[in-house]
């Protein structure tokens, strides 16, 4: 397992956002990042997750009182799923846009064949 303090994870994470295309980020829509030490219990070796309504699903009476789309980068996960602090920086990358990817409605099959999955 890597060792890294949360800052630095949260960091790479924000790193992560970085990569992401201004034209893109601009698009994106009551999303919120987080970052969490550990994946929920059934899944615990799960890297991020989106829940929320993909803007491809939204309709008209989409909006009004919604909550925030969250997409949470679990640190835990990553830190033992990688081999270096290198490695868990594009793991970290790689999954921070595969989770807004979902934002934009793009499924799991598409990513893995796009080489985001």
């Given at each position: 397992?890597?060792?890294?303090?949360?800052?630095?994870?949260?960091?790479?994470?924000?790193?992560?956002?970085?990569?992401?295309?201004?034209?893109?980020?601009?698009?994106?829509?009551?999303?919120?990042?987080?970052?969490?030490?550990?994946?929920?219990?059934?899944?615990?070796t799960l890297l991020?997750?989106?829940?929320?309504?993909?803007?491809t699903e939204r309709?008209?009476?989409?909006?009004?009182?919604?909550?925030?789309?969250?997409?949470?980068?679990?640190?835990?996960?990553?830190?033992?799923?990688?081999?270096?602090?290198?490695?868990?920086?594009?793991?970290?990358?790689?999954?921070?846009?595969?989770?807004?990817?979902?934002?934009?409605?793009?499924?799991?099959?598409?990513?893995?064949?796009?080489?985001?999955g």
């Amino acid at each position: 397992m890597v060792e890294m303090t949360r800052e630095d994870f949260e960091t790479a994470v924000g790193d992560g956002l970085d990569l992401v295309p201004a034209e893109l980020a601009d698009r994106m829509d009551n999303v919120v990042v987080l970052v969490e030490d550990d994946a929920p219990a059934e899944d615990p070796t799960l890297l991020g997750l989106y829940e929320g309504v993909p803007l491809t699903e939204r309709d008209a009476g989409w909006g009004a009182g919604s909550l925030p789309d969250r997409i949470t980068i679990f640190r835990n996960p990553t830190l033992a799923f990688c081999e270096t602090r290198e490695e868990v920086v594009e793991e970290v990358a790689v999954t921070v846009v595969h989770e807004i990817a979902h934002h934009f409605g793009i499924d799991d099959e598409r990513l893995h064949e796009l080489g985001w999955g």
